[in-house]
């Protein structure tokens, strides 16, 4: 094997004085979403070599009730490394570094010894919505924020918890109202990446990303650090929040206990983890400021690494602090994508599962000039109209439009609401629209769907990972420990190598496309004035 294949890992001068020694070739990184855990196994050319994936459950009840036992994530992922070693039997010598993302905005109540107090409030929980309109409102307001708050969030933090209650600040409060035992036998919130860390590692930290989503973050430059002004205003403790660390950090090594559990080394260097939206950017391989990426699976978002802060009110975007260096990542972030377009399928009487659900729109015929509209707020919308209340609306619906009809309807729908959002993204002086525009995520994976995303916005697009971005993303954190790289950005633009596909424009798409978008723009127009009355 190469002398640079086998390079030992390393940490750098951020590493506080943490060292370690143990040589390996193999960076293992995890990416845990809602439903489950995506292992995979990285070389040094970034190519995933053996994935495997391992599923948990989510207690959904009446209520907004969406919980998840941290316990079960930790055994999802000791399966998943069981599987992995059946591929890789030399994992536990080769493997040089451990690296993980999550999803975001939950919360887990730990106490001193960083046992969970009870099951973690997931991203999905909203039974803090009312808690949540209490914590942001008051007199004088606007659009249900107390303005003096208000003014304060957007100085410190660029943003300011949503009314769904369903930020992390608000299921504080809501743990301190409701379960106030809980609330003062926690000795840290911690996210969901920053519990299976701590039971990885023994430290109790997290990163900007999820800092910043708490809205207790202070974003601005060279003041970046938990805000005590806001601590304040919520009346939240501000020693209940863990160490900020930067992804690429190595945290110390696994305990004996964790080795033992996951079937690996005591040695293995074990970095500071990262969100997954920062995952998905640096797995896209877009990381030049002003670059942009489309990452489409469930729902789907525009996203990009900015020179500095980005705050749109009308439009509710903005940039939140990366888990690297604080720097700024804009994202723009829509409810429906994959969503809209299963239920488009099922609906019309298709099978929604692995190969007949793409095939439904491998078979979706012609588009005809007479296809009906689609609007896919089927759980409301965020970007560029922020209203749970919106829903879905087929327009031009006719006795001769049949189930494949439907679906066309749907692709070019959520396409063109990709486009709604896009069309505000990139007034910002700091983005770029020159060149192909990144896009990665499941429904990426859809040709129909991709060439559509390109007619649509008249712009070529470069289809990368589809379904493992977050994974490879993740695996480039650990590039300059490993020795891959100077930097996590600098090995996550390699990725742009990776792309499977290019899809460019047809003009003759790109023409009927428009005269349909700003039709489509009229009917969008006339639906949104009808939820104001």
């Known amino acids: 094997m190469p002398a640079c294949a086998r390079s030992q890992a390393r940490y750098s001068r951020s590493q506080k004085g943490i060292s370690y020694v143990h040589t390996g070739d193999l960076v293992i990184s995890a990416d845990f979403g809602t439903s489950g855990v995506k292992i995979g196994v990285v070389d040094d050319t970034l190519t995933l070599l053996k994935r495997a994936t391992a599923t948990y459950p989510l207690d959904l009840a009446p209520g907004g009730h969406a919980e998840q036992t941290p316990d079960d994530w930790w055994a999802a992922f000791a399966r998943g490394l069981?599987?992995?070693?059946?591929?890789?039997?030399?994992?536990?010598?080769?493997?040089?570094?451990?690296?993980?993302?999550?999803q975001m905005c939950g919360l887990v109540c730990v106490d001193e010894a960083g046992h969970a107090l009870?099951?973690?409030?997931?991203?999905?929980?909203?039974?803090?919505?009312?808690?949540?309109?209490?914590?942001?409102?008051?007199?004088?307001?606007?659009?249900?924020?107390?303005?003096?708050?208000?003014?304060?969030?957007?100085?410190?933090?660029?943003?300011?918890?949503?009314?769904?209650?369903?930020?992390?600040?608000?299921?504080?409060?809501?743990?301190?109202?409701?379960?106030?035992?809980?609330?003062?036998r926690t000795r840290w919130f911690l996210d969901v990446k920053d519990w299976i860390l701590h039971r990885a590692t023994g430290r109790f930290t997290t990163s900007a990303e999820s800092a910043n989503m708490t809205w207790l973050l202070d974003s601005r430059s060279g003041r970046q650090g938990w805000s005590s002004t806001l601590t304040?205003?919520?009346?939240?403790?501000?020693?209940?929040?863990?160490?900020?660390?930067?992804?690429d950090e190595v945290l110390g090594t696994l305990t004996p206990q964790a080795a033992a559990e996951l079937g690996l080394n005591s040695a293995l260097p074990v970095l500071g983890g990262t969100s997954d939206v920062t995952a998905a950017a640096l797995g896209s391989g877009e990381v030049e400021d002003g670059a942009l990426h489309i990452s489409a699976a469930t729902s789907v978002w525009i996203s990009g690494f900015m020179?500095?802060?980005?705050?749109?009110?009308?439009?509710?975007?903005?940039?939140?602090?990366s888990g690297l260096g604080y720097r700024p990542l804009l994202i723009a972030s829509q409810e429906n994508a994959g969503s809209a377009m299963e239920w488009a399928v099922r609906v019309s009487g298709g099978t929604t599962s692995g190969e007949s659900l793409a095939g439904a729109f491998d078979d979706m015929?012609?588009?005809?000039?007479?296809?009906?509209?689609?609007?896919?707020?089927?759980?409301?919308?965020?970007?560029?109209?922020?209203?749970?209340?919106?829903?879905?609306?087929?327009?031009?619906?006719?006795?001769?439009?049949?189930?494949?009809?439907?679906?066309?309807?749907?692709?070019?729908?959520?396409?063109?609401?990709?486009?709604?959002?896009?069309?505000?993204?990139?007034?910002?002086?700091?983005?770029?629209?020159?060149g192909p525009i990144s896009m990665v995520g499941g429904v990426a994976g859809n040709a129909a769907f991709a060439q559509t995303v390109a007619d649509t916005l008249n712009r070529p697009v470069r289809v990368g990972?589809?379904?493992?971005?977050?994974?490879?993303?993740?695996?480039?954190?650990?590039?300059?420990?490993?020795?891959?790289?100077?930097?996590?950005?600098?090995?996550?633009?390699?990725?742009?190598?990776?792309?499977?596909?290019?899809?460019?424009?047809?003009?003759?798409?790109?023409?009927?496309?428009?005269?349909?978008?700003?039709?489509?723009?009229k009917i969008r127009k006339d639906i949104l004035r009808s939820y104001r009355h």
Not at 309 to 314: A, W
Request: proline share 7%; net charge positive; hydrophobic share 40%.
């Open 365 to 434: 015929g012609a588009p005809v000039p007479d296809d009906p509209y689609f609007l896919p707020w089927l759980a409301g919308e965020r970007v560029p109209v922020d209203n749970d209340a919106l829903r879905g609306v087929f327009h031009g619906l006719g006795l001769h439009h049949d189930a494949r009809a439907l679906r066309r309807a749907a692709v070019e729908g959520v396409a063109m609401n990709i486009r709604w959002s896009y069309s505000r993204v990139i007034r910002e002086k700091a983005v770029r629209t020159d």
């Open 307 to 321: 020179p500095g802060r980005i705050l749109n009110v009308p439009s509710s975007y903005a940039t939140i602090s």
């Open 82 to 102: 069981a599987d992995l070693r059946k591929d890789i039997p030399d994992l536990h010598d080769r493997a040089g570094a451990i690296v993980i993302s999550s």
């Open 232 to 247: 304040k205003m919520t009346n939240l403790p501000i020693e209940k929040l863990p160490e900020i660390v930067d992804a």
């Open 465 to 521: 990972e589809t379904r493992h971005a977050g994974v490879l993303g993740t695996a480039t954190l650990a590039a300059p420990t490993m020795g891959w790289a100077d930097t996590a950005f600098e090995a996550a633009a390699r990725l742009r190598a990776h792309s499977s596909a290019l899809y460019t424009p047809d003009p003759t798409r790109v023409e009927q496309l428009e005269a349909r978008y700003q039709k489509l723009d």
């Open 118 to 184: 009870r099951p973690c409030l997931t991203w999905l929980d909203k039974r803090a919505a009312t808690i949540g309109q209490d914590l942001i409102g008051g007199f004088p307001s606007v659009l249900g924020y107390q303005v003096g708050k208000l003014a304060r969030w957007l100085r410190i933090a660029n943003g300011a918890p949503a009314k769904n209650g369903m930020d992390p600040t608000a299921k504080m409060a809501w743990i301190a109202k409701h379960e106030p035992e809980i609330f003062a």
